[in-house]
């Protein structure tokens, strides 16, 4: 149980362009997601926590007009990627937050902008 | 974002031997911490996570010790295997809901 989707899991795109990655939980109400950056043999880096119904919340330095986060319902969110740039390859991953607490996580969405 | 410190950045273990990664954390606001293994181009999955009024816990090979007077938590894996060559994460959360993650060590269980 308390699977999350991620689509796609790869994904290239030319410069300027827009990307859409969803996250959906599937056999759970996910109030709470997160999206997470993670580049080449680094951590996790934590770039907005999104509710259900509300504004997402950006962490510092992350450009709210340039990931775009929809949390329009119980279990899907979304991030778009807006006039994307090489700098903005990376992995992307989402998470949900469990009410028993505890966290899942999608598989990831690898980036490359060209 | 609190910082979460992990050591070491790889290891290389025999198999069979055991792996010990650390972590320390600064902030004590906080009441979940799990290990994470993470392969190439996968996302993070739950290995173990303990709460701090516990000072171990065991789940088959994967142990976390807690030590929350010097702010500290490790993994131990026992009988290391090939298969468990990987990224491990420590990570804490904590009053605001969010996991923030250690810098990840690089695992490999040589045959």
């Known amino acids: 149980g308390a699977v999350v989707s991620q689509h796609p899991s790869w994904v290239i795109c030319k410069s300027g362009t827009s990307v859409k990655i969803e996250c959906r939980s599937l056999?759970?109400?996910?109030?709470?997601m997160f999206w997470y950056r993670q580049f080449p043999k680094q951590s996790l880096m934590l770039m907005a926590t999104s509710n259900e119904g509300s504004k997402a919340t950006y962490e510092q330095g992350v450009e709210k007009d340039k990931f775009l986060i929809n949390h329009a319902s119980l279990t899907l969110s979304t991030l778009t990627v807006t006039s994307a740039h090489p700098e903005d390859s990376s992995f992307y991953i989402c998470s949900a937050e469990l009410r028993s607490y505890g966290y899942t996580f999608g598989s990831g969405t690898r980036l490359t902008v060209v | 974002q609190q910082q979460v410190k992990q050591s070491p950045q790889s290891l290389i273990v025999q198999k069979g031997g055991i792996s010990i990664i650390n972590c320390a954390y600064e902030?004590?606001?906080?009441?979940?911490f799990p290990w994470y293994q993470q392969f190439p181009g996968k996302g993070p999955a739950l290995l173990i996570a303990i709460r701090p009024d516990v000072s171990e816990k065991k789940e088959g090979r994967f142990t976390i010790s807690f030590n929350k007077s010097a702010k500290q938590f490790s993994l131990h894996i026992m009988d290391s295997q090939p298969g468990d060559s990987a990224t491990y994460f420590c990570?804490?959360?904590?009053?605001?809901?969010?996991?923030?993650f250690g810098s990840g060590t690089q695992l490999t269980v040589l045959p």
């Open positions: 990570a804490r959360g904590g009053s605001a809901r969010q996991l923030t």
């Open positions: 902030n004590t606001a906080f009441d979940y």
């Open positions: 056999d759970f109400q996910a109030t709470t």
